[in-house]
């Protein structure tokens, strides 16, 4: 079984990008926990990042039947795009979302999010532990089926 993971815009400069807001681990470190969440539930991880909207449309339409769930950090497209969330009602996997920061603290713009509504949950706030706790709760979701 593999968990797709999914990062938007500018994530792929963690690490140097306002670490006020988003800490000093890179992507790179939080793909590596990611890996090693997912080997000690049993599943596997796919982790990607792009700059390319239509990448990631196109990484979540070829997710339908071949993950078993999707944990995304949509990042400024959160607030920006139906298309992501259509593509996540085409998928038919359960979501989770994540935001390192939490967005409620922040500028109004970042309070709505397009894809909180079709998400089974939302993590924001907790820095890059929340990407291993969305998989967690895949864990437990696999384990019921
Ligand atoms: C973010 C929050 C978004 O508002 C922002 O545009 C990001 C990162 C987060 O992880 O806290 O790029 O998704």
Redesign the pocket.
């Known amino acids: 079984r593999t968990v797709l993971v999914l990062n938007?815009?500018?994530?792929n400069m963690l690490g140097t990008r306002e670490p006020a807001?988003?800490g000093h681990e890179t992507l790179a470190d939080i793909a590596a926990q990611c890996s090693q969440t997912a080997a000690g539930l049993g599943f596997e991880v796919d982790f990607r990042q792009t700059n390319h909207e239509g990448e990631l449309i196109d990484w979540i339409h070829q997710a339908r039947g071949r993950c078993a769930g999707i944990v995304i950090?949509?990042?400024?497209w959160?607030?920006t795009s139906v298309a992501i969330r259509d593509a996540l009602v085409a998928a038919d996997l359960p979501v989770i979302e994540?935001?390192?920061?939490?967005?409620h603290k922040?500028e109004e713009f970042?309070h709505h999010s397009f894809v909180s509504a079709i998400a089974v949950g939302v993590i924001?706030g907790l820095g890059s532990q929340g990407y291993s706790l969305a998989l967690q709760h895949f864990g437990q979701l696999f384990s019921k089926v």
Request: aromatic content about 4%.
């Open positions: 938007g815009p500018n994530l807001n988003y950090n949509p990042a400024a959160t607030h994540v935001h390192i920061s939490n967005v922040r970042r924001c």
